[in-house]
């Protein structure tokens, strides 16, 4: 075979040999599995079960769990013994990280205490007597409170909004709503109010009969309302109203109430009368004649008279 054909193909094999190689091995390194990177991670307290509000934290409620550490919460804990005994204001779900946010100081107490405000109280009123909502209120939702009772001023009956947009921190000794958003059907509903508030409930609750009208909870604004009697149920005004209980109040015997009394007008006094003076006598009026001589015309007088008499015609003259 001719040497020159040889030198080609041997130098052919190999460069396709030393090719095969490199694209091997880039094939290779690139199939590898590659090494894990080390992330740093950290412990996390989260609820083992969903924990209501006002439930203690105790060590079955609570696990811990490894998070990475860009993944921890900025007020986590990573110790149990940091979040035992500690009351919940806000519920929190299975599997959530419990942070600060979500517990009370510890010794704070059980129950609503811990998620009552500073300056806030919290006022508790049967819903036997709360027809309103009985049965279809649930905790965080807003009312007004009203009053039905008679007043001492007056003998009729009034209903007054006495209270507006006061939050529903329980229905009975439940202090989170129904898993499904169900009404929650409760003896009782406890109110968190101020301590002014508080006592205008406790006194309506004693001397009236008290109703709670739900409303919206975006819903802000405070209503100015004069109340209802039972005359302006039937169309009449207030004004009527007040006269009819004016005479009503007169015409009931043995009332304790005062009766009204209407005093007799004094009679007018006699008014004198000037007497009316003499009257003046007119001034006398001359008598005048009109002469016509042929186009003109003049008016000539020809004697005094008294006032109030009619000049005697001239003689030859039509009267």
Partial sequence: MDRRFLTVLGVSLLFALVISSIFYSMTAKSSSPSKPEQVETRDLVVAAKPLNVG????PGDVTVNKVALAAFPKSGFSKVEEVLDRPVVSNILAEEAIIEGRLAPRGSGAGLAPIIPVGMRAVT????????????????????????????TGPETITNTVLQNITVLSAG??????????AINAPTVTLLVSPEQAEVITLAG??????????NGSDTDIQKTAGVTVANLYGKSRGQNRSNTNEGMDSNEGSSIRRLRVRAAAPPAPVAIAPMAPPVPLPPVPDQIVVIRGNSRSVETVGMKPA???PAPPQGSVP
């Fill in 206 to 215: 004693s001397e009236g009969r008290i109703q709670l009208v739900l409303r």
């Fill in 173 to 182: 000794q439940t202090m989170a709503p129904d898993a499904r958003g169900q």
């Fill in 125 to 152: 009123v049967r819903v036997n007597d709360v027809v309103g909502v009985a049965g279809f209120v649930l905790p965080g939702m807003r009312v007004d409170v009203l009053v039905t009772g008679r007043p001492p």
């Fill in 55 to 58: 439930t203690t934290i105790k």
């Fill in 308 to 310: 109030g008499t009619s």
